[in-house]
């Protein structure tokens, strides 16, 4: 009887695990005034679960929940740039195939000065 529980409880984690895609991006440095984004956008036609997660050298500095991302729309979160500056990079789980999005980090200017982007690079 005890097997049978941690065989099933095994199996289940396996499939949860199986039914979720990540995507990360590569680092840039950035630092203050500058900011980092991280972007992922719905272009299926269904709904997805994602989260976000910004990284520096191990540490996540945000991360955003469990959040439901509707098809064309995209979740957008930010975080200043380091005092010192430093490596950060995007990481996101989607609860489906990663076919259905495409994400980037991005660093940019903090307003009020122009706030175009300065250097984005894609999640893969």
């Not at 949860?16 to 719905?42: E, I, Q, R």
């Not at 122009?114 to 999640?123: C, M, Q, Y």
């Amino acid at each position: 009887m005890n097997w049978k529980a941690i065989t099933l409880t095994m199996s289940l984690t396996a499939a949860t695990t199986a039914n979720a895609d990540s995507l990360f991006t590569p680092t840039l440095w950035v630092a203050a005034p500058y900011k980092f984004a991280c972007n992922l956008t719905n272009v299926g036609d269904k709904s997805v679960v994602i989260r976000t997660q910004i990284i520096s050298n191990g540490n996540i500095l945000l991360d955003s929940g469990k959040e439901k991302l509707v098809p064309r729309h995209t979740a957008n979160h930010t975080i200043d740039g380091l005092s010192d500056g430093g490596p950060i990079y995007c990481a996101f789980s989607i609860s489906g195939p990663k076919e259905q999005v495409r994400g980037a980090g991005k660093a940019f200017r903090a307003p009020p000065a122009n706030t175009t982007d300065i250097a984005i690079v894609p999640a893969n």
